[in-house]
């Protein structure tokens, strides 16, 4: 594959597919909201983690097949001390994440705060019971798996003619379109988290500590939706 094939194909997936895709996935899940019936949340988690996995398995086995290295897929940890940096940075931002937990559960102002701006989409799909949460562990691991296969190591791989700003703008707005559902600011919050995560990426070299600290995050969130779940 030529490199302007490989550039022209990751602009129609990242500036075209990916988007129509978010576009109507946001349009689904209106209905959903339209809908006064609880949604199966453990059946959703499936489907998701099966359609993420759907796609990152061919892939991956793609690059197998045709003898094309994974690092360049960002999968190595050959990236010496910046990827340590980066796993210490995703130690560091965990910590943060907990304690912003820690305070939502002293302060009923904080977690008032949380709950009103999370968007009605985000509160119907997030767990609401430890059965629910004990569900959704697998899909915050394959989000950050997939996800970041998907959309920081692919677009770097299939656009690596392009200036690494623009590949890096390029993908976070095209992760930002697949949480419209979410509404605008979901939209805006997931596109700078793209831009993180890219920015991570690019600096350690290596979608691992990424992939951690993705899956981390979902993580995080989840726990702390059900906290302001059992106190509502």
Do not use: K
């Not at 988007?19 to 453990?42: K, N, V």
């Not at 907990?98 to 997030?126: D, E, F, G, I, K």
């Not at 562990?137 to 296969?149: K, L, M, Q, S, W």
Request: glycine share 8%.
């Amino acid at each position: 594959m030529t490199a302007l094939t490989m550039t022209a194909l990751g602009l129609i997936l990242f500036l075209g597919i990916f988007p129509a895709i978010g576009f109507a996935s946001a349009r689904t899940m209106s209905r959903l909201l339209l809908d006064d019936r609880p949604p199966e949340r453990p059946s959703l988690y499936l489907n998701a983690m099966l359609s993420q996995w759907a796609l990152v398995v061919p892939l991956v086995t793609l690059f197998a097949l045709t003898g094309t290295d994974l690092a360049r897929l960002g999968l190595h940890l050959s990236g010496g001390p910046a990827v340590w940096a980066g796993f210490a940075a995703v130690a560091a931002i965990h910590v943060g994440l907990l304690a912003v937990r820690a305070r939502a559960v002293r302060s009923s102002r904080l977690r008032v705060w949380l709950w009103r701006r999370m968007h009605p989409a985000t509160r119907r799909l997030l767990p609401q019971t430890p059965a629910d949460l004990a569900a959704f562990a697998p899909v915050a691991v394959t989000a950050g798996v997939c996800e970041e296969i998907l959309f920081r190591g692919l677009p770097f791989f299939l656009l690596a003619d392009l200036p690494a700003a623009a590949v890096l703008v390029i993908s976070a707005l095209s992760f930002g379109t697949l949480h419209l559902y979410q509404g605008v600011l979901g939209f805006a919050v997931t596109a700078i988290a793209g831009l993180a995560f890219g920015g991570l990426y690019l600096a350690t070299g290596s979608l691992l500590p990424v992939m951690l600290l993705h899956g981390l995050y979902n993580w995080e969130v989840a726990r702390l939706h059900l906290l302001l779940v059992d106190t509502q």
